[in-house]
């Protein structure tokens, strides 16, 4: 989607960090952007940063199916039709992995994995059925790349299932002009929550929290990391990857999964055949989603 002047972009989580940066990024480039989070606090600083004019803010839990679908029809009254959607609430919680009780899975799953579904069922057939082509980003982590500590595990979880659902719905969608990337950002400099708790028990009660936020100040301008995902819109690419420090711990990982294979072996034939079918369907669905252009 090269040009994007005069389109609009629904960004979740957009009262700060990343989704704040994009915001920010996007309405610099012309387009209308409606901001998204469950913080009426953020969202009233957002403002206060952002010219009004071609920005309208929306107060909303993404793991509210309903509230999801009224933020889609406001949108349309607010600004028409929306052509960029960016999925990118993220939410973590204290205990290890082997220690998470079901509500802590059920609190981050919901919220980073559920909320994107939401996301995506709640826009994806208006975005279809205007015809004008758009872009997903949905936002992964690099902890949706590679291992990472027990204490992020349930965060892990739900970014490594962000990436693959990714992959896949950018095939699914190349045939209706639609891009998807996936975007795994490493530290940023974001608000991390000091008062989690509080926080998951206001998101559980449908309240307002009433913690403060302090900003990791040696992470990544969240700016910058807006200019690599409108980028990556632009140029219609699948992976964003705005944390260049990470690329030799990757390439170790993959390696490593790599060297995990037999060597070449016998298997049956219809097997062989099988899988080859599949792999030459990925191979002319990733060409198509390549070759998307406004």
């Not at 509230?67 to 960016?86: D, I, N, P, S």
Request: net charge negative.
């Amino acid at each position: 989607m090269r040009e994007v002047s005069g389109r609009v972009a629904f960004i979740t989580g957009g009262a700060s960090g990343i989704g704040l940066g994009m915001a920010k990024v996007f309405a610099r480039a012309g387009m209308k952007v409606v901001i998204a989070d469950l913080l009426r606090r953020h969202l009233e600083e957002a403002a206060a940063q952002l010219d009004g004019a071609g920005v309208h803010l929306i107060e909303l839990d993404v793991a509210d199916r309903a509230a999801m679908a009224r933020a889609a029809e406001e949108t349309l009254r607010v600004f028409g039709k929306v052509h960029v959607l960016c999925n990118n609430v993220g939410v973590s919680q204290r205990n290890p992995v082997d220690e998470a009780t079901y509500d802590d899975w059920d609190y981050v799953v919901g919220v980073n994995l559920g909320g994107t579904i939401n996301g995506l069922v709640t826009f994806l057939p208006r975005i279809k059925a205007h015809g004008e082509g758009g872009h997903i980003v949905n936002t992964s982590s690099m902890a949706g790349m590679i291992p990472v500590p027990a204490f992020a595990g349930i965060y892990a979880a739900t970014k490594f299932a962000i990436r693959g659902l990714t992959d896949s719905l950018r095939l699914a969608l190349a045939p209706h002009r639609i891009g998807a990337s996936v975007l795994c950002p490493g530290m940023t400099r974001t608000r991390a929550i000091t008062a989690g708790d509080q926080y998951r028990a206001a998101h559980t009660a449908g309240t307002q929290p009433s913690e403060s936020r302090d900003p990791i100040g040696h992470g990544m301008d969240p700016q910058e990391v807006g200019e690599r995902v409108l980028e990556a819109i632009r140029r219609n690419e699948p992976y964003v990857f705005p944390h260049g420090e990470f690329k030799e711990e990757v390439r170790e990982h993959f390696e490593e999964m790599l060297a995990a294979f037999p060597e070449a072996q016998r298997a049956d034939p219809l097997r062989l055949e099988g899988e080859r079918r599949r792999a030459e369907m990925t191979r002319r669905a990733k060409a198509l989603a390549s070759a998307i252009d406004d």
